[in-house]
């Protein structure tokens, strides 16, 4: 328990900030579970659509410190060699 009145604020404020991260990190897990699945599929049209909002999560995740800026450069670099050898392969 927070003995002082900033430990207080300080509580309060780390609860909304990690609500907003989850919420922010499985949004993000959601779009890259999309993806996977549309190349799984063979479905290289819908994969690509689904890689655009993906990237765009990915990337404003990286610039808000949800996740470290170049794990999603990663992350979008694997999604979009993924598609490409979908791509090729079919």
């Known amino acids: ?3 002082s009145k900033q430990a207080e604020k300080r ?5 909304v900030r990690q609500a907003r991260n989850k919420a922010t990190k499985s949004r993000v897990k959601t779009q890259i579970k999309k993806v ?5 599929a063979g479905e290289i049209e ?3 659509l689904e890689f655009k909002t993906a990237a765009k999560k990915l990337d404003q995740a990286g610039a808000k410190n949800v996740m470290h800026p170049n ?3 990663r992350k979008k670099s ?4 993924a598609i ?3 791509k ?3």
Not at 36 to 40: H, I, L, S
Not at 78 to 81: A, F, K, S, V
């Open 36 to 40: 996977m699945t549309a190349v799984d």
């Open 11 to 15: 509580l309060r404020q780390n609860k």
């Open 84 to 86: 490409k050898k979908a």
């Open 78 to 81: 694997r999604l979009q060699n």
């Open 1 to 3: 328990m927070p003995n």
């Open 71 to 73: 794990a999603a450069a």
């Open 46 to 48: 819908t994969a690509e």
């Open 88 to 90: 090729a392969s079919s």
